[in-house]
């Protein structure tokens, strides 16, 4: 992809992470037993090759001891250093004693601009007092929220922490907020967009889903017909998929609603999903660099 003329405005949702240095057993086995192979695992070079397909990505630390995977803050940090085109976002588990501390260091001194958040890969519940007490510092900080909120492949990940309804708690309680769920929250995708219309500053991304055309259609028909296709974020879980592969599927996706007559679900919806400024709404914008693009 020419980086002049990228395919997509803002990818709002890729991985960094090496195999047997970030990402462990029991997820990387599991990955292996579910799809035959351990995706994440990419080199900063083949994360930057891929991220050209996009004006801006954000780039997730994932602090996910209980399954194995530990990208840490650092690590993102001193990658995305010195690149307008990355945004870095932190990762805390709540459960842990000094996890605001964390958090504020991660925003304030290694400069990254988000959090992200999986309570059954972390092994808490989206209501539990730690949660909302990051949250709480999340908020101080004017940073948005990504939340993996629905299923996964590994055993070691706990399914009751998995529904997006556990979310509509914390949006309520942090109205200003700017948070989104990943995967259209699959396969709780229709749950997953009841959540979002509440809420003015609640998205969805549909990343991941290239592979699930039928629960991608589904997701959305429920987003038109719940009158939330504005609050699709375009996200590709890179390494997991690509812009590419991202693009295309929600294309087909559109196409099979409309083939199936489940919602008219038109190319230029898909066209607004892949432009949709999502820096602006998640409050991303650096204020330095806004008059330059
Ligand atoms: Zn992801």
Not at 34 to 61: I, M, Y
Not at 105 to 119: E, F, H, M, Y
Request: one cysteine or more; a negative charge.
């Amino acid at each position: 992809m020419d980086s002049d003329n990228p395919l997509v405005a803002v990818d709002v949702h890729t991985h960094l992470g090496r195999h047997g240095t970030h990402v462990h057993a029991p997820l990387a086995e599991h990955e292996i037993r579910a799809w035959g192979k351990v995706s994440w695992d990419v080199t900063e070079q083949q994360h930057g090759g891929a991220s050209a397909s996009a004006r801006s990505s954000v780039v997730l630390a994932f602090d996910a001891e209980p399954v194995g995977v530990v990208v840490p803050n650092e690590y993102v940090a001193e990658a995305v250093r010195g690149n307008e085109r990355l945004i870095g976002f932190a990762s805390v588990n709540p459960n842990r004693p000094d996890a605001v501390d964390r958090l504020e260091t991660a925003v304030r001194d290694l400069g990254l601009r988000g959090l992200k958040l999986g309570p059954t890969y972390q092994h808490f519940h989206p209501h539990d007092r730690a949660c909302l007490d990051l949250l709480e510092a999340a908020d101080h900080l004017r940073i948005p929220v990504i939340w993996h909120q629905g299923t996964t492949f590994t055993s070691a990940a706990v399914a009751e922490y998995a529904r997006p309804l556990q979310l509509d708690l914390p949006a309520r309680t942090f109205p200003n907020l700017r948070m989104w769920i990943a995967h259209f929250g699959h396969p709780w995708m229709a749950e997953c967009v009841s959540v979002v219309r509440r809420h003015e500053h609640f998205y969805v991304d549909p990343s991941a889903m290239d592979t699930r055309p039928w629960q991608l259609a589904q997701a959305l028909a429920s987003a038109a017909e719940y009158r939330v296709l504005d609050r699709v974020l375009f996200g590709s879980d890179y390494p997991f998929s690509t812009v590419e592969r991202t693009v295309a599927g929600l294309r087909e996706a559109a196409a099979m609603c409309r083939r199936l007559g489940i919602a008219e679900v038109t190319d230029a919806d898909i066209d607004a999903i892949c432009q949709r400024d999502a820096l602006d709404l998640l409050g991303l914008r650096p204020p330095q660099t806004s008059q330059s693009t």
